[in-house]
């Protein structure tokens, strides 16, 4: 029950877990920030993800020094998510 309690808490407060996420996987936290960006805008069931809030911090974390994430990458990464996303959900209706 607990590790189901945490998936959840992960799920929904997954700014917060944002440090962890990038010393963990490193240079794939730009895929998985993609596509949670493009889950939140593309999927019309999913609008429960903390978008905003990620962003506010992926861009905070970004430029400190020695971080793994760089802003211009972020930038045009998630850029690409959110159009992405947006363009798919046009095209589901």
Known sequence: ????TYIIDF???IDQHLVEIINNFGIWTYIILFLIV???????VFPF???DSLLFA????????GSILHIVPLI???WLAAVLGD???YHIG
């Not at 493009?38 to 019309?44: A, D, K, N, P, Q």
Request: net charge negative; proline share 3%.
């Open 58 to 65: 992926a861009g905070a974390l970004s430029v400190l020094d």
């Open 49 to 51: 993800l903390p978008g």
């Open 38 to 44: 493009f889950i939140e805008t593309g999927l019309v």
């Open 76 to 78: 045009i990464t998630l």
């Open 87 to 89: 363009t798919v959900n």
């Open 1 to 4: 029950m607990d590790f189901i």
């Open 11 to 13: 799920i929904l407060h």
